[in-house]
């Protein structure tokens, strides 16, 4: 359903009160469970289970393709099933990815989170 976006310039709505639309996002890709995009030549991910919508604007101008969460550098967003409340990660690192959590290390505080909770995770490398 979320491939027919691959290519295009889209405002994504989530379900999230800390980041409720990624506006002029190229959607690059399409994992188990996220929308691969890049915004301001950073890679980015929405989670599928909590995006409201999508409203395609134009084509986009990348010819590449992200179907992979990788570890590096981000800020993550986390909404565990409320619209309200959940934490921010910022200035945080992706150190591990395996099966359905992740790891996160902000400064010397490592936090494991389950990727059914994350809404949008902002990659900080450009493409």
Same mark, same amino acid.
């Given at each position: 359903m979320y491939? *027919?976006?691959i290519g295009k310039i889209c405002d994504?709505?989530?379900?999230?009160?800390?980041y409720s639309v990624i506006r002029n996002a190229e959607i690059v890709g399409v994992t188990n469970h996220f929308i691969c995009f890049v915004?301001?030549?950073k890679p980015g991910f929405a989670n599928m289970s909590k995006v409201m919508g999508i409203l395609e604007k134009k084509e986009g101008s990348l010819s590449?393709?992200?179907?992979?969460?990788?570890?590096?550098?981000?800020?993550?967003?986390?909404?565990?099933g409320t619209y309200f409340g959940g934490n921010t990660y910022l200035f945080s690192e992706i150190?591990?990815?395996s099966g359905e959590?992740?790891?996160i290390k902000t400064g010397?505080?490592? *936090?494991?989170?389950?990727?059914?909770?994350v809404s949008v995770i902002k990659m900080k490398s450009e493409v």
């Open positions: 491939s *027919a976006y994504i709505s989530m379900k999230s009160f800390r915004k301001n030549r590449l393709r992200i179907n992979e969460l990788n570890c590096g550098k981000c800020t993550v967003y986390v909404n565990k150190t591990e990815v959590e992740i790891v010397e505080f490592v *936090a494991r989170v389950s990727l059914s909770d």
